[in-house]
Nanobody
Framework: QVQLVESGGGLVQPGGSLRLACAAS????????MGWYRQAPGKQREFVAI???????NYADSVKGRFTVSTDNVTRTLYLQMNDLKPEDTAVYYC?????????WGRGTQVTVSS
């Protein structure tokens, strides 16, 4: 099993930046595919970004060019650098670890973009 704990959320003005982190423990981090998802009030959880164990990345169209996903295999941490934030980015952000035949989620961190 992999345990995940997100951090780094908060309140930011439109156009601002935040960096989310997701600390992983309990399994071999380098072999995992890791992703970020978000859920806004009244909406379904949606895909934001993903990074494979080989470092290949993919992004939702709504965040391309503004968000960057990365990992640090030494500290076993997943990151999401979010720039040029918009009010529609307001949501609870969750990290997800995916490995053969299984996956797990963190509890989420709130991001609020408002003036």
């Amino acid at each position: 099993q992999v345990q995940l704990v997100e951090s780094g959320g908060g309140l930011v003005q439109p156009g601002g930046s935040l960096r989310l982190a997701c600390a992983a423990s309990g399994s071999y981090f380098g072999g995992l595919t890791m992703g970020w998802y978000r859920q806004a009030p009244g909406k379904q959880r949606e895909f934001v970004a993903i990074i494979s164990s080989a470092g290949e990345t993919n992004y939702a169209d709504s965040v391309k060019g503004r968000f960057t996903v990365s990992t640090d295999n030494v500290t076993r941490t997943l990151y999401l650098q979010m720039n040029d934030l918009k009010p529609e980015d307001t949501a609870v952000y969750y990290c997800r670890a995916i490995w053969v035949g299984n996956n797990n989620w963190g509890r989420g961190t709130q991001v609020t973009v408002s003036s």
